[in-house]
């Protein structure tokens, strides 16, 4: 028994079907934001204890869900597509989207739990449940992803609430039912597989993306999701486990849990045989396969970003988890962050710094250090800046030496603090000024700073980050350092972040005397 919400009866202006049409066509089509709002102060008062028979609510909140859909996607494409909004803008659009499949999710579980605590007229409702359920279960799962866009925290009562509807699937032998999920939407899906996508994201490490690679990230878990398996028993490819009585996402089988009949295990099952081969196809052909859908409600993925994504899945949906490449120590200790390539340079350099700009720097605490980077807790997050792929540099309390990163894991444990798994890039470094090459009239165009990477005179190799359109394949860069200059050929861009480029050169040196 869910035994989330009551019932009952009121007078409504959505009191018959014709009247209820009407209002919903009459909704403004020209601000989604303000649609959304819209129907959710209607899905809201449909679901208000006294007013509806179940069945009839039922029919209210599929129509209303219905409408909401084309505004929702808008708005969403809006939002992942803008890549310079506003922090006011940002955080309305963000709200309107999570508010949005709130209600939806709210709405569907009212009429769930008019079946499941049997209400008077609820039973009515048996043969809609697979796909009162299967929305329901979708909006709970697009909860969860908006909270991964902003990298957390996830509120376990969405978990609570999807474990306990598809457990009455399962209980009530619907799971498995198929059922088309919009009318003007083609395909089917069933409880089970609705409930696999929305563990699946959550398995998939979402905290190691962007917010457009977890969009992408949940296209392609949409695309595999016929091929997940969910057992009552471990089996040997099992890779992840969770329990309907609880109230968290699935873990890792990193050992076996307690036995309990509440227990489930999901896997990528076939879907990891199918990854591998639309892989396969990608890495051979360099186009994104039609058959992905990705083409579809107006998005547009460049071949290498959905390759990222695809790799990204078949290592998190192995059986075996990632290994790490280096031992984890636990340490407790201070920690200077600055951010960015400006942030960086200033701290390598801080006569580079004007007096009246704000410093970057920050104060973390280091959890745990390996030879291949930091895992830190922030204490108190401040501005918006945080962000996968953003270039730090992090200073060790008594430490002189800056070491230059970037964050590549990060979650929110509240909306003020978090914690970040950063790669470390460098454990020194040196700001230099760099040109073009210079011909024999002289020195070349001065292009500005960059980050010299673990600096040695004597190596055949560099790296150097660098202000993003610097760098060119077909043109070598120079700079000049105690006395000597260092020739720069460039050998390939090694990744790009918002501010900065990481490439890699083959170094020359020769005394500028000569």
Not at 256 to 272: D, Y
Not at 442 to 465: C, F, H, Y
């Amino acid at each position: 028994m869910l035994n989330l919400f009551g019932g009952g009866k009121s007078d409504h202006p959505m009191a018959d079907v014709k009247a209820a049409r009407k209002i919903l066509e009459g909704i403004p089509a020209e601000d989604p934001i303000k649609a959304l709002e819209d129907l959710g102060h209607w899905l809201e008062s449909v679901c208000t204890p006294g007013g509806f028979k179940p069945d009839y609510r039922a029919q209210l909140v599929q129509m209303i869900d219905e409408a909401a859909q084309l505004h929702l996607r808008k708005l969403q494409r809006e939002y992942l597509s803008s890549s310079r909004l506003s922090k006011f803008q940002e955080n309305r659009m963000w709200a309107a989207l999570y508010g949005a499949h709130r209600q939806i999710a709210i709405a569907f579980a009212t009429c769930i739990d008019d079946y499941a605590t049997g209400q008077k007229g609820g039973e009515v409702l048996k043969g809609s449940m697979p796909l009162l359920t299967v929305r329901a279960l979708r909006a709970l799962a697009a909860q969860v992803k908006w909270h991964y866009v902003r990298y957390g925290p996830v509120d376990n009562a969405l978990w609570s609430m999807a474990c306990k509807i598809y457990a009455l699937a399962e209980s009530r032998k619907f799971a498995r039912t198929r059922v088309t999920v919009y009318p003007a939407i083609a395909g089917e899906s069933s409880p089970e597989q609705e409930f696999l996508k929305m563990a699946m994201l959550a398995a998939s490490s979402p905290d190691r993306l962007l917010p457009v690679e977890v969009e992408l990230v949940e296209r392609l878990i949409a695309h595999f999701s016929a091929g997940f398996k969910l057992s009552v028993e471990h089996q040997p490819d099992i890779a992840y486990w969770i329990d309907l009585a609880g109230n968290q996402p699935p873990q890792r089988l990193a050992r076996p849990p307690q036995a309990a009949p509440t227990l489930r295990f999901l896997a990528a099952g076939a879907a990891l045989g199918e990854l591998a081969q639309v892989i396969q196809s990608l890495n051979s052909t360099n186009v994104v396969p039609s058959a992905l859908g990705l083409g579809t409600l107006g998005a547009s993925y460049e071949p290498e970003v959905v390759l990222d994504a695809l790799n990204h899945l078949a290592l998190y949906w192995s059986p075996k988890p990632p290994a790490r490449k280096t031992p984890r120590h636990t340490v407790k200790s201070r920690l200077a962050a600055t951010y960015g390539l400006d942030g960086v340079l200033a701290a390598l350099d801080p006569a580079r710094q004007p007096a009246s700009e704000e410093s970057k720097v920050e104060s973390w605490i280091v959890e745990n250090v390996s030879a291949g980077g930091f895992g830190a807790g922030i204490p108190q997050i401040k501005g918006d800046w945080l962000k996968i792929g953003c270039l730090v540099g992090l200073q060790p309390e008594g430490g002189q030496n800056w070491i230059i990163g970037v964050i590549r894991r990060y979650s929110r444990e509240t909306p003020q603090q978090g914690s970040v798994g950063i790669q470390t890039l460098a454990r020194s470094a040196l700001p230099v000024r760099v040109r073009l090459q210079g011909g024999q009239g002289g020195p070349g165009r001065d292009v500005g700073w960059a980050i010299l990477l673990n600096p040695a005179e004597s190596a055949t190799e560099a790296q150097l980050i660098l202000a993003p359109g610097v760098f060119s394949a077909d043109q070598n860069l120079e700079f000049e350092r105690d006395g000597r200059l260092f020739l720069l050929l460039p050998s390939a861009l090694v990744e790009s972040g918002d501010d900065y480029e990481r490439v890699r050169f083959r170094q020359m040196v020769r005394d500028t005397d000569e």
